[in-house]
């Protein structure tokens, strides 16, 4: 039971990462545009699902309290400052997209959104690279201390993930929008960035490769992985017509990735070894969790066909700058 649900949790994280990356990537971008109609039609680009490429992390952080309560206060101690501050960025970034509009300036609140975005991406890059690294539980079964943060090589990662969004959100700009200059300059964005990140992806996985965390039960999994997400953002850069959907796969992956090394490990200690938490360490109690399936699993597939309804329904690309969103 304790898999499924751990499954559960992965395909919750990675719609996240993959849907809400675009959330994140076209905020980020919005600080590049010039002109208050080309960033409300980046924005209204966007509008139609942004609220529900949100509910995945919401949806990811109730299996995650209730079905692996230890997982929750272990990391979250780990990488507390990080959680907090992105789950401020959050708050920050939904609340001024939606109020950006309500007053005749919205510069101030266009700074915002973009600076969340950023936050957000590097964030749970962060975390990511937390996970690779380890947190120092003790004998006790506790974190104590930050130290995860202090290693480069968790930034490093923080920041390839922030280039794998920033190609997402331009890729998505590229194929939503009408024919037009900001169109334009989306294709020119994908086709740098593309590069930047592949490259960026494949220099943190040899940097992991040579420090070899113990917590990393599979490394060939996991770099087999992180080459392919390097090689779909690569296609973003070489094929425009598939840029999104080499985008879309390439900021999903790096959930299974991290996952996929550290398997059966969730949480490595670095101090104990024998104190790392595992899957079934992590999970909750047996009734819990047949609760939950009796309660929460049926919800998933509504989930599901609410946001490919969604998608399908506002597939069509935007032309006219619109007060219809925000």
């Known amino acids: 039971m304790s898999t499924f649900w751990y499954a559960i949790l992965g395909f919750l994280l990675v719609a996240y990462f993959a849907l809400g990356g675009l959330d994140q990537g076209v905020a980020m971008l919005l600080a590049t545009i010039r002109g208050g109609d080309d960033r409300r039609r980046a924005l209204n680009a966007i509008g139609p699902m942004f609220l529900g490429n949100e509910v995945w992390i919401v949806g990811a952080v109730g299996v995650l309290v209730a079905a692996f309560p230890r997982v929750e206060g272990e990391l979250f101690g780990a990488a507390y400052p990080v959680v907090a501050v992105t789950l401020l960025a959050l708050l920050l970034l939904n609340a001024s997209v939606q109020l950006r509009s309500r007053g005749r300036r919205s510069g101030g609140f266009d700074a915002v959104i973009a600076a969340s975005g950023l936050v957000l ?57 009408a024919d037009g200059p900001l169109r334009e300059r989306m294709h020119r964005a994908v086709r740098r960035l593309g590069p930047a990140a592949a490259g960026a992806v494949l220099l943190v996985t040899g940097g992991w490769w040579l420090a070899a965390p113990d917590g990393i039960r599979n490394p060939l999994v996991g770099t087999l992985l992180a080459v392919a997400t390097a090689g779909a953002v690569a296609v973003a850069a070489l094929r425009p017509g598939r840029a999104f959907a080499a985008t879309l796969v390439a900021c999903a992956l790096p959930v299974l990735t991290v996952a996929s090394a550290l398997y059966p490990t969730v949480l490595a200690s670095t101090v104990e070894p024998g104190a790392s938490v595992t899957v079934d360490d992590a999970a909750a109690g047996g009734d819990t969790l047949r609760l939950l399936a009796f309660g929460a699993a049926p919800l998933l597939p509504v989930l599901v066909a609410v946001q490919v309804a969604c998608w399908w329904l506002f597939r069509q690309r935007e032309r006219v700058p619109t007060h219809l969103y925000w």
């Open 121 to 177: 991406a590097l964030g749970w890059g962060l975390l990511l690279g937390v996970l690779l690294h380890g947190a120092p539980v003790t004998a006790d079964g506790h974190v104590h201390g930050f130290a995860p943060l202090t290693d480069p090589l968790v930034w490093a990662t923080g920041l390839a993930h922030v280039l794998l969004v920033l190609a997402h959100g331009a890729a998505f700009l590229a194929g939503r929008l």
